[in-house]
């Protein structure tokens, strides 16, 4: 399992929380690019990185390379609470600080923080919050600091300035676990992920590929438009639903889109994360089982033709 590293990221965190994922051979990466390009490489069967977050949305060096640069599919799901830390070498007071380092997604879930607390610092981006603590503990500096997870503090020997310094108390990420092929079985409480590319910039386009999903009562969790990267004003649409590809109405939503439109790319169907998941898993796969019961009872009924 390659995994964005180095010791004492939220991804590490997150990954160990899925005891069968985190019990193999991990690989830590340099940045997500490197986790995902170990995978499409055979380096490491699977990858684990982060690909949304509560405060500033999509992580978009995942969400690209999973669109345009590679054909992995998600296999699971993990939502993590997500705590930020200001830290320092020993010694290092709040008013000593000019230069704030951390990954460019974390140091913008805390702007108001830095704002406030330490204005006109100078932010410098690192490819994880737990490689700008491994910097900084390295090559102490008496006027710099690392936004990152508590555990780096104590890993790379640095003192916790302030704590909790999220802009929104319930910051939370979620991450995923992709493969080079597979779909997990359905659960009954599943995602489906997929990218929507027009044939034409036209008004209603979007219209046209919501209402197959409202014709079918399927729920969206996510979307999101992103540039196709061909030309200015050329968009896609990323979307998440609830359901999973064997659940019919999922595949026939999903067959009609495909005909209608210029492309569609799946990322994946894959168990849903959450709070009570499991419960619902069960509830709903005692439910499916229930419907299948009763409509094979009514298939029985069925005459033969003549």
Same mark, same amino acid.
């Given at each position: 399992?390659?995994?964005?590293?180095?010791?004492?990221?939220?991804?590490?965190?997150?990954?160990?929380?899925?005891?069968?994922?985190?019990?193999?051979?991990?690989?830590?990466?340099?940045?997500?690019?490197?986790?995902?390009?170990?995978?499409?490489?055979?380096?490491?069967?699977?990858?684990?990185?982060?690909?949304?977050?509560?405060?500033?949305?999509?992580?978009?060096?995942?969400?690209?390379?999973?669109?345009?640069?590679?054909?992995?599919?998600?296999?699971?799901?993990?939502?993590?609470?997500?705590?930020?830390?200001?830290?320092?070498?020993?010694?290092?007071? *709040?008013? /000593?600080?000019?230069?704030? $380092?951390?990954?460019? @997604?974390?140091?913008?879930?805390? #702007?108001?923080?830095? !704002? =406030?607390?330490?204005?006109?610092?100078?932010?410098?981006?690192?490819?994880?919050?737990?490689?700008?603590?491994?910097?900084?503990?390295?090559?102490?500096?008496?006027?710099?600091?690392?936004?990152?997870?508590?555990?780096?503090?104590?890993?790379?020997?640095?003192?916790?300035?302030?704590?909790?310094?999220?802009?929104?108390?319930?910051?939370?990420?979620?991450?995923?676990?992709?493969?080079?092929?597979?779909?997990?079985?359905?659960?009954?409480?599943?995602?489906?992920?997929?990218?929507?590319?027009?044939?034409?910039?036209?008004?209603?386009?979007?219209?046209?590929?919501?209402?197959?999903?409202?014709?079918?009562?399927?729920?969206?969790?996510?979307?999101?438009?992103?540039?196709?990267?061909?030309?200015?004003?050329?968009?896609?649409? *990323?979307? /998440?639903?609830?359901?999973? $590809?064997?659940?019919? @109405?999922?595949?026939?939503?999903? #067959?009609?889109?495909? !005909? =209608?439109?210029?492309?569609?790319?799946?990322?994946?169907?894959?168990?849903?994360?959450?709070?009570?998941?499991?419960?619902?898993?069960?509830?709903?796969?005692?439910?499916?089982?229930?419907?299948?019961?009763?409509?094979?009872?009514?298939?029985?009924?069925?005459?033969?033709?003549?």
């Amino acid at each position: 399992m390659a995994y964005l590293g180095p010791a004492g990221t939220f991804t590490e965190e997150a990954l160990g929380t899925q005891p069968d994922l985190a019990a193999g051979n991990l690989l830590p990466m340099a940045t997500i690019a490197d986790v995902l390009e170990a995978v499409v490489a055979g380096q490491a069967t699977r990858g684990f990185v982060p690909i949304e977050n509560a405060i500033e949305g999509s992580v978009h060096a995942t969400v690209d390379s999973l669109v345009f640069e590679h054909e992995l599919l998600v296999q699971r799901e993990v939502v993590l609470d997500v705590h930020l830390c200001l830290m320092a070498p020993p010694g290092t007071e *709040l008013a /000593d600080v000019r230069h704030v $380092l951390s990954f460019p @997604v974390a140091t913008a879930q805390c #702007r108001r923080f830095l !704002a =406030e607390r330490l204005p006109g610092v100078e932010v410098v981006p690192t490819n994880s919050t737990a490689e700008a603590a491994r910097l900084l503990g390295a090559s102490p500096r008496a006027d710099a600091a690392a936004v990152s997870p508590r555990l780096a503090a104590d890993l790379y020997g640095l003192d916790i300035l302030a704590s909790a310094i999220e802009d929104h108390p319930d910051n939370q990420t979620r991450f995923v676990t992709v493969a080079r092929s597979g779909i997990p079985a359905p659960t009954g409480h599943d995602k489906t992920s997929i990218v929507c590319f027009q044939r034409a910039d036209r008004p209603g386009s979007l219209h046209a590929i919501l209402s197959e999903f409202a014709a079918r009562d399927l729920n969206l969790t996510k979307l999101e438009s992103r540039p196709t990267k061909r030309q200015l004003g050329s968009y896609c649409f *990323l979307v /998440d639903l609830e359901g999973h $590809l064997a659940d019919e @109405v999922v595949a026939d939503c999903l #067959r009609v889109l495909h !005909a =209608e439109l210029a492309d569609v790319k799946f990322l994946g169907s894959y168990p849903a994360a959450g709070a009570g998941a499991s419960v619902r898993r069960a509830r709903a796969g005692a439910a499916w089982r229930r419907a299948e019961t009763w409509l094979d009872g009514l298939r029985l009924q069925i005459e033969p033709s003549h």
